[in-house]
C-alpha cells in the first residue's frame, strides 16, 4: 500500500488509530500500527469488514491475530500488486527486445544488399566499357552508398546497446520477481511460494500411493514467550536460526523449506518414503532442542527453543486445502500432546505422537548445541 495523506492527515489518523490500537491486547509496533492506520483511513474496506468481526462485542485482538490481518490484507495484496507490475514490465522488455532484434537483422540485410548493389555496379561499369557511366555520377552513388553504410553501423552500435540494456532491465525484473517468493527475513521461500509449489507438486503428483508427496509442518513451541522475554529482534533471530536449521537438515532433491506465516514453517516433500519423512522431521526436531539461549559471560543457560511438527502424506486425488489442512491437524496433535514432538496424520485423520518428548539418546548425546546470546 502507497500511503498519500498530506502530513495533516496522516497526524489526524495517528490520533484516531493510537486510542484504538491501546485498546487492544498487543504491543505498539508498526504492524499493529499499519493495520490501524489502514482501519482509520478506511482504504482496505477488507480489513475493516474483518476488524470489526474479530473486535465486535468489545473483543481485543491479540498479537497473532494483528500479524495475520497485517499479512493477509496489507502485506499479501501489495505482493500481488508488485507481481503485476513486474508481469507488465516484462511484457514491455519482451517486445523491445523482439523488436530491437527485428531492426538489427534489418539494417543488417538491407547493409548487405546495399554492398552488393554497389559491386555489382561497379562490375558492370568495368565490363561494359563501350557506354562507361559518367564518373561524377557513379561517385556520387558509391560515396552515398557508403554514408548510408556508416548511418547503419551507427545504428548496429546503438541497438547493440539497447539489447544490452534490455537484458540488463530483463535480469533487474526477474531478480525483483524472485525476491516476492522470498521470505525477506529468513531467506526461505515464502507463503506465496510455498502455495504454489503445493499446488504444481499435487498437479505432477503420480498415482501410486507409495509416491505421493509428505508435508512437514513446524511451529516453534511458546514463540511468544521468547518475544515477550527477549524482544522481537530476538525472536527475529530465533526465526533465522530455525530456518537454518529446516535448511540444514538433509531434505531429498526437490524437497521445498518455506517459513509460512509468523513462527510457522513448511517442508514440501514431492517424493519421500514415510520412514525418509519421519526421519527428517525427527531430525528437525531434535536439532531444534539442541538450541540454548544463553546470557552473559557465563553462557547461562535461560531458555530453549523446541518445535512441534505434524507430518502427512497426500492421499489420491486430494486437494491442497485438505492435504494441508491435515497436516495442519498433525501439528496441532503435536502442541496438545506436550509440544516438542512429532505426529504423523494418516487420512483416516488418526494421529499418534511419533517422537516422545526428549528421548534418552538425545539427552547423553555430545553434539555441539546451537546458541543464541539473548
Ligand atoms: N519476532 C517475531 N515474532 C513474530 C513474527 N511473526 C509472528 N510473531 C509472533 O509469534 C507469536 C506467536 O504466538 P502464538 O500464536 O500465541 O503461539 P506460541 O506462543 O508460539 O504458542 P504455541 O504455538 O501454542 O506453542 C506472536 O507473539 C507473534 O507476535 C515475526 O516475524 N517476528
Given at each position: 500500500m502507497r500511503y498519500l495523506d498530506s502530513k495533516a492527515r496522516s497526524a489526524e489518523h495517528l490520533r484516531a488509530a493510537l486510542p484504538l490500537m491501546t485498546?487492544?491486547?498487543?504491543?505498539?509496533?508498526p504492524v499493529s500500527y499499519a493495520i490501524w492506520y489502514e482501519y482509520v483511513s478506511g482504504t482496505n474496506p477488507d480489513l475493516n469488514r474483518r476488524m470489526q468481526e474479530l473486535t465486535q462485542h468489545g473483543a481485543a485482538l491479540d498479537d497473532a491475530q494483528t500479524w495475520a490481518l497485517f499479512r493477509k490484507h496489507v502485506a499479501e495484496p501489495d505482493n500481488e500488486a508488485a507481481r503485476q507490475l513486474s508481469d507488465g514490465v516484462t511484457q514491455v522488455i519482451e517486445s523491445m527486445a523482439a523488436s530491437a532484434a527485428q531492426a538489427g537483422e534489418d539494417a543488417a540485410r538491407i547493409d548487405a544488399s546495399l554492398g552488393g548493389w554497389v559491386e555489382q555496379l561497379l562490375d558492370q561499369v568495368q565490363q561494359e566499357e563501350q557506354q562507361p557511366a559518367p564518373a561524377d555520377l557513379l561517385q556520387e552513388v558509391v560515396a552515398n552508398t557508403r554514408e548510408i553504410r556508416q548511418v547503419m553501423d551507427r545504428l548496429q552500435v546503438q541497438l547493440d546497446a539497447s539489447q544490452g540494456e534490455i537484458r540488463r532491465l530483463r535480469d533487474e525484473v526477474q531478480r525483483a520477481r524472485n525476491e516476492a517468493f522470498v521470505?525477506?527475513?529468513?531467506g526461505l521461500a515464502n507463503r506465496r511460494a510455498f502455495e504454489q509449489q503445493l499446488d504444481a507438486c499435487i498437479a505432477a503428483a503420480p498415482q501410486t500411493p507409495a509416491q505421493l508427496p509428505w508435508l512437514m509442518l513446524g511451529d516453534i513451541d511458546h514463540f511468544k514467550a521468547i518475544n515477550d522475554s527477549f524482544g522481537h529482534v530476538f525472536g527475529d533471530q530465533v526465526l533465522r536460526a530455525v530456518a537454518q536449521t529446516l535448511k540444514s537438515?538433509?531434505?531429498?532433491?526437490g524437497a521445498l523449506p518455506a517459513r509460512i506465516g509468523g513462527e510457522e514453517f513448511a517442508l514440501l516433500l514431492p517424493c519421500a518414503t514415510l520412514a525418509q519423512a519421519q526421519a527428517l522431521a525427527d531430525q528437525m526436531r531434535q536439532k531444534v532442542a539442541l538450541g540454548r539461549i544463553r546470557r552473559g559471560e557465563q553462557n547461562e543457560c535461560i531458555a530453549r527453543v523446541t518445535i512441534s511438527l505434524g507430518l502427512t502424506q497426500m492421499q489420491r486425488g486430494e486437494g491442497a486445502g485438505a492435504f494441508f489442512e491435515r497436516a495442519d491437524q498433525a501439528l496441532y496433535a503435536s502442541k496438545r500432546d506436550g509440544r516438542n514432538r512429532v505426529s504423523v496424520l494418516d487420512s483416516t485423520a488418526r494421529s499418534g505422537p511419533q517422537s516422545p518428548q526428549l528421548p534418552g539418546g538425545e539427552r547423553g548425546q555430545q553434539q555441539r548445541t546451537g546458541t543464541l546470546h539473548a
Open positions: 485498546r487492544q491486547n498487543t504491543a505498539l509496533h521470505d525477506a527475513l529468513t537438515v538433509a531434505a531429498p532433491e
